[in-house]
Each structure stands twice: as structure tokens, then as C-alpha cells.
């Protein structure tokens, strides 16, 4: 935010910045929009593949009548790859928006390709919801994957060996990442 001050210049709607700033951090906001809206992409093939384990009646791998997963299983697997979709859906459309917007402000101007006017409190707000979005679609796909897990390789109440540890390294590992996602985006946020 400093290099906003050091060598003001004054635009059409009264924002004050350089140009060489405004252009940097233009391309950055629409490079970092590109990658939210690959990693949904990515995780929307995700909810995909869970949604073609929705069989019912499906044995599981314990070979334990017990083990298998019920109907009501099934059922949450569907609703959570649902809303998993939809948060994800909902963070890259937000994500293209904003990419198409900051694409149509700087066609205005040929000179300045990578130079937008843009009103910074909109951007941020729109970024954060995409961000939202897509912690939300990650808890919702990590809560999904558990319901995989205990229809292929057996209820957590049984007792399966696999399936705890399967679950335990996902929870583990997604939550941890989630963490580390959510910090960063804050800090980036705050300086």
C-alpha cells in the first residue's frame, strides 16, 4: 500500500496510484484468480468421481456384514458432493467475474494492457468470497470422502482398521492445508 503513496498520480474516478503499481498488482490479482478458479476445477473432477460411488447396496472391503455402509451413508455422500459443488461452483463464477471485469477495464485502454481502474474494496471483497467459497467446498469434499471411504472400505463403527486410517490421514491432511490456505489468504489480505 506504501507504493500507492510515493508517486501519486490521479485517474478518472479519483482513486490516487502509480501506474506502475496499478499494473503489477492488476496482474497479480488476475493471476491469482486464474489459479482459485484450476484448483476448483480440479476439485470439482473430485466431486465427480465421488458422485459415481453412490451405488446402492455396495459391499464393503471389510467383508463384514456390519461394515457395510447403509443407505443413509449414501444419502450424505450425494447432499455433501451437492453443496461441495456448489461452494466450488459458486467461488469460481465469483472468480470469473472478476477476471472478466479487470479483462474489460483494461481493453479500455490498449496503451495499458495490463492496467486496470479498479475500485480495490471490490476486488478484495470479491476475492474473499471466492476464497470462501472454496474452504467451504474443501470441508464439504473432505466430509464427502469420508463417506467414500466407509462405503468402500468399511463403517467407522466397526472398527476398520483402514477406513480410520484413511479418515484420520484425510482430516489431518485437509485441515492443515485449509489452515495454512486461510492464513495466508488473511495475511495477503491485512499488508
Do not use: W
Not at 490479482?29 to 466431486?47: E, P, Q, Y
Not at 455433501?80 to 466450488?88: A, D, G, P, R, T
Not at 476486488?123 to 468470497?129: D, Q, T
Amino acid at each position: 500500500m506504501a507504493e500507492f503513496e510515493e508517486h501519486p498520480k490521479e485517474h478518472y474516478d479519483g482513486q490516487r496510484e502509480t501506474s506502475k503499481s496499478s499494473s503489477s498488482i492488476t496482474s497479480v490479482h488476475v493471476t491469482a484468480l486464474d489459479g482459485l478458479v484450476n484448483v476448483n476445477s480440479l476439485f470439482t473432477i473430485a466431486v465427480f468421481v465421488g458422485l459415481s460411488l453412490t451405488v446402492p447396496g455396495q459391499r464393503s472391503l471389510e467383508n463384514r456384514t456390519a461394515c457395510d455402509a447403509g443407505n443413509d451413508v449414501a444419502k450424505k455422500l450425494l447432499a455433501f458432493e451437492v453443496v461441495s459443488f456448489s461452494f466450488f461452483l459458486f467461488s469460481s463464477l465469483i472468480a470469473q467475474g472478476l477476471k472478466l471485469a479487470l479483462n474489460l477495464l483494461n481493453s479500455r485502454d490498449v496503451k495499458e494492457a495490463v492496467k486496470a481502474h479498479i475500485n480495490i474494496k471490490v476486488l478484495r471483497s470479491g476475492m474473499l468470497a471466492s476464497a470462501f467459497g472454496s474452504v467451504m467446498g474443501c470441508l464439504f469434499l473432505m466430509l464427502s470422502m469420508v463417506n467414500v471411504i466407509q462405503i468402500r472400505l468399511g463403517m467407522l463403527s466397526c472398527g476398520s482398521k483402514y477406513a480410520v486410517h484413511s479418515v484420520a490421514a484425510l482430516v489431518v491432511l485437509v485441515s492443515t492445508a485449509l489452515v495454512a490456505y486461510i492464513s495466508t489468504a488473511i495475511y495477503a489480505f491485512l499488508h
